[in-house]
Each structure stands twice: as structure tokens, then as C-alpha cells.
């Protein structure tokens, strides 16, 4: 089993920037692809970024592409989301999930280890 644990959300005024961070126990995720999601209220969950195993393959949504950073430490078991230049509408509680499986995609369907959440709100 893992578990994951986001941190690092909070307000901020647009423009701004936040770093989160989510990190496993449990077991290694050094051979899991890592996905960050987001869902806003009265929406679908969406994917924001992910990485492969290795770091060296990543995906963005094109909404936050140029703004987001995705990235990975594996020997501190850790994911982390760059968030800069943030808007109002990224506003949202955003997740970070785990794939038993090397690549990432951006379909929630293929993550099977969730965290509860960080919240993100941008004021405008």
C-alpha cells in the first residue's frame, strides 16, 4: 500500500505562486508514474501534470502549461507541483495520485493510490 500526502496549498493573490508537494509512504514510488489532478467546485476532476518513473517524460494540461512544473525527488519519495503565474480559475482542491506503472496519462481511471487533497485558491 501507499499513501500519499499532499502539502503546500493555501491563497494567494493571482500572479502568485505555490510549490506542493506529495509524499509517499509505505512503499517506494520510484517505479510509479505520479499524476497531480485538480477539481474545482461543480466540476470534473481534471489532470494537471504528470511524470514517468524516471523524471524524463512529463505531460501538461494546456491550461497550465508554461505556468506548472512538475517534478520528482525518488530518494525522498517525493512529487512536487510548481505553480506559477496562477490565475483565479486555477482554483480547485488538487490531488496527487500514483500509477503502478512506469508512464503517466492523464486519465484519473489509470491511478490507483490517491492523497485527500490540497486546497488551491487564487483571488483575484
Known amino acids: 500500500q501507499v499513501q500519499l500526502v499532499e502539502s503546500g496549498g493555501g491563497l494567494v493573490q493571482a500572479g502568485g505562486s505555490l510549490r506542493l508537494s506529495c509524499e509517499a509512504s509505505g512503499r517506494t514510488i520510484s517505479y510509479y508514474a505520479m499524476g497531480w489532478f485538480r477539481q474545482a467546485p461543480g466540476k470534473e476532476r481534471e489532470s494537471v501534470a504528470g511524470?514517468?518513473?524516471?523524471?524524463?517524460?512529463?505531460f501538461y494540461a494546456d491550461s497550465v502549461k508554461g505556468r506548472f512544473t512538475i517534478s520528482r525527488d525518488n530518494a525522498k519519495n517525493t512529487v512536487y507541483l510548481q505553480m506559477n503565474s496562477l490565475k483565479p480559475e486555477d482554483t480547485a482542491v488538487y490531488y496527487c495520485?500514483?500509477?503502478?506503472?512506469?508512464?503517466?496519462?492523464?486519465?484519473?481511471?489509470?491511478?490507483?493510490?490517491w492523497g485527500r487533497g490540497t486546497q488551491v485558491t487564487v483571488s483575484s
Open positions: 511524470i514517468n518513473w524516471t523524471g524524463r517524460s512529463t
Open positions: 495520485a500514483a500509477r503502478t506503472n512506469i508512464a503517466h496519462t492523464p486519465e484519473a481511471r489509470d491511478y490507483y493510490y
